[in-house]
C-alpha cells in the first residue's frame, strides 16, 4: 500500500495562503475604501470607517464560508503585524519612559477594575467564570486576555463567547466616545494617548481611538496599551495559582508556560523599537512603515467588523452587558481621576 505524501512546509504555508487571501483581499478592499474617506474627513480617519463597514456588511449579508479565514487572519494576525510596525515611531528609551510614566494609571485602574467585576460582578448574581473573564478582558487587553485566561480557569466556551461580546460591544463604543471627550477636556496627543491606552482594552480599539483623536497619539497610546498588556502574565500567574488551590490541581507553572504568555507581537514590537533606537530604521523608512501600519489596522478593524456576532452580543444577556458597561465606566473614570490627581491630564 502505497503511503500518502507527507505536505512540505512551503506546500502548507502555500495552501494556507490560498485559504485566506479571499477574506484578506476583501477586508484591504474595504480598508482602500475607508482610507478614501479618511482622506476626505481627516477628523474621522480609516480606523472607524473600516469598522462601520464591515459590521454594515456583515448585517446585510453574512460572509460566505470561503471568506472566513481571511477575515479571521485579518482581524487578529494583520492586527498584530500593524502593532509590530508601529515600533518604528518609538525609540527604547522612550519606552521605558512612557511605561514608568503610565504604571500609576494602569495600576489604578486594573485594581479597580479587578475589584469590581468581583463585588459588583457578585451582587448582579453574574458567574465566576465570566466575572473574570470580564475582569481581565476590561481590565487589561481584551480578547487576547480573555483568551489568554480562558484556559487557566477552564472557562466554558459559553462564557468566553459571552465575555467577548460584551468586551467588543464597549471597545466600539469607547472608539466612537473617548476621542469627543479627549476634546471636550482639552486633552493633549500625549495625555489622549495615556488615556486610550489605559481605559480602552483591545488593542485594535485603542489605536482606532488614538487614530482618530490624533496622529501624534497613537504611538504614545500604543506604547501604554502594550505596557499594560504585559499585565497578562502577573495576573495569569495568579489566577492559575488560585485554580490549583481551588481545584486540588497540582500542575506547575513553568518558566517555559509563563513565556507563552508573552504576545509575540509585543515581542516585535520592541525588535522593531530597537532597530530604530540604534539608526537601523531611517526617518523615511519609518514614515513608509507608519503608513504601512494603518493602514493594516483599517483591513484588521474592517476583518473584525466583518466578524461580528451581533447574536451573541444579544445572547449575553442583561447582566454580562451591565457589569461590562459598569467596568468600562469604572476603568474610563479610574484612569481620568488618577491622571487629574497626578498632573498628567
Known amino acids: 500500500m502505497q503511503l500518502a505524501p507527507i505536505p512540505t512546509l ?14 484578506v483581499l476583501l477586508c484591504a478592499l474595504i480598508a ?9 474627513v481627516p477628523l474621522v480617519g480609516s480606523a472607524i470607517p473600516a469598522v462601520v463597514i464591515g459590521v454594515l456588511v456583515a448585517m446585510i449579508r453574512k460572509p460566505a464560508a470561503r471568506l472566513a479565514p481571511g477575515i479571521g487572519y485579518a482581524g487578529k494576525f ?8 508601529l515600533g518604528a515611531q518609538l525609540s527604547l528609551a522612550s519606552i521605558i519612559r512612557v511605561g514608568a510614566e503610565s504604571l500609576p494609571v494602569m495600576l489604578s485602574s486594573l485594581a479597580m477594575c479587578l475589584l469590581g467585576a468581583w463585588v459588583i460582578g457578585r451582587a448582579l448574581g453574574v458567574d465566576r467564570d ?10 487589561i487587553c481584551g480578547a487576547s486576555a480573555i483568551a489568554a485566561i480562558s484556559p487557566v480557569i477552564r472557562a466554558k466556551s459559553a462564557d468566553i463567547a459571552y465575555a467577548i461580546s ?15 471627550i479627549g476634546h471636550a477636556l482639552g486633552m493633549s496627543p500625549h495625555a489622549f494617548g495615556l488615556f486610550a491606552g489605559t481605559a480602552v482594552n483591545d488593542t485594535s480599539s485603542v489605536v482606532a481611538a ?3 483623536f490624533s496622529a501624534s497619539a497613537l504611538g504614545f497610546a500604543v506604547v501604554v496599551k502594550l505596557v499594560r498588556t504585559l499585565m497578562i502574565i502577573p495576573i495569569s500567574v495568579g489566577l492559575a495559582v488560585l485554580e490549583g488551590r481551588r481545584t486540588g490541581s497540582s500542575e506547575r507553572l513553568t518558566p517555559a508556560r509563563i513565556l507563552k504568555l508573552v504576545p509575540w507581537f509585543l515581542i516585535g514590537f520592541l525588535v522593531v523599537a530597537t532597530l530604530t533606537s540604534f539608526g537601523a ?16 489596522v483599517a483591513t484588521a478593524l474592517a476583518g473584525i467588523g ?7 452580543i444579544r445572547t449575553a444577556g442583561l447582566k454580562p452587558l451591565l457589569l461590562g458597561g459598569i467596568l468600562s465606566l469604572l476603568v474610563a473614570v479610574t484612569t481620568l481621576s488618577v491622571m487629574a490627581a497626578t498632573g498628567a491630564l
Open 78 to 85: 494583520v492586527l498584530q503585524c500593524a502593532v509590530v510596525l
Open 210 to 212: 488614538a487614530s482618530v
Open 10 to 23: 512551503p506546500s502548507r504555508l502555500a495552501s494556507r495562503g490560498i485559504d485566506v487571501l479571499p477574506g
Open 306 to 312: 466583518l466578524s461580528t456576532d451581533l447574536g451573541a
Open 130 to 139: 465570566l466575572r473574570v473573564l470580564l475582569g481581565v478582558g476590561t481590565g
Open 166 to 180: 460584551t468586551v467588543f460591544l464597549f471597545n466600539i463604543l469607547a472608539v466612537l466616545i473617548f476621542p469627543v
Open 281 to 296: 530604521i531611517t526617518e523615511t523608512a519609518s514614515g513608509i512603515l507608519t503608513t504601512v501600519s494603518v493602514f493594516l
Open 32 to 40: 482602500a475604501i475607508a482610507t478614501v474617506i479618511g482622506a476626505c
